[in-house]
């Protein structure tokens, strides 16, 4: 494993995990994002066999026992596998989710109860201000979400434009068809009539910058590659409705 830490927007610290071998050996990325304020966010997890590495780079800057929130997109191994393995390493911190993702999986799997958002509802962390945003089965699962932080406009939007192989921390580069390209791969999204909408309505938060989960962070037309990545989703949903 490859891993290395990089700052993607002011104070928000994306570290990576590339796994070169994976997917066929077409390789794979495990982002975990960091967003530091007075009281520091950890929006995706990691897998549970990833948290010493994860746990090590994050520790770099920050204490670990300073975290006092955990987050992430939906209930899956990649996105919480290690939360209580953070919860144990950070005693102030608490997983925060909404709340379809706490009544049906985290408030029993977690080893702290979760702090239970609304669809819209704004957390202060000191310096960073995340806004929780339900995405139902967008990119899949019935409890997804995703986090905008304000203060830098960060999108961090989850397993949205999940792509296969490697590459730099931040591109201005295509993002859609790489995420088609993946999407062939997987077959990861939950095509329905509530897909394209759901991804729409993240282009009214304006983000400056698109923190993925999986592939680099992208900075440049973001509102047109969320447009984009949703007329995709809306052809591929007709072509299947008419076979």
């Avoid at 390493?89 to 985290?106: F, L, N, W």
């Amino acid at each position: 494993m490859d891993i290395r830490t990089d700052e993607v927007a002011a104070g928000i610290y994306r570290v990576s995990v590339f796994l070169p071998q994976a997917q066929g050996g077409a390789g794979f990325m495990f982002n975990h994002f960091l967003m530091v304020g007075d009281e520091p966010m950890l929006f995706h997890c990691g897998l549970r066999k990833m948290f010493p590495l994860v746990s090590e780079a994050v520790g770099r800057i920050i204490p670990i026992k300073k975290l006092r929130w955990l987050g992430f997109g939906h209930f899956e191994a990649d996105e919480c596998g290690s939360m209580n393995e953070w919860l144990a390493a950070s005693p102030h911190a608490e997983v925060m989710h909404g709340a379809v993702g706490c009544r049906v999986s985290i408030g029993d799997m977690a080893d702290r109860p979760p702090r239970v958002l609304a669809d819209g509802e704004v957390v202060d962390l000191g310096g960073k201000r995340v806004r929780y945003i339900d995405t139902p089965h967008v990119p899949h699962g019935w409890d997804a979400g995703v986090v905008f932080e304000e203060t830098t406009a960060t999108l961090l939007c989850g397993d949205l434009f999940t792509r296969l192989g490697g590459g730099p921390p931040v591109t201005e580069n295509d993002i859609v068809g790489p995420a088609m390209e993946a999407e062939d791969f997987f077959e990861l999204t939950s095509l329905g009539p509530t897909t394209a909408p759901n991804i729409r309505k993240l282009t009214e938060v304006r983000p400056a910058t698109l923190a993925l989960m999986h592939g680099s962070s992208f900075q440049g037309d973001t509102v047109g590659a969320l447009g984009a990545l949703a007329d995709r989703f809306e052809a591929r949903l007709q072509a299947a409705m008419t076979r």
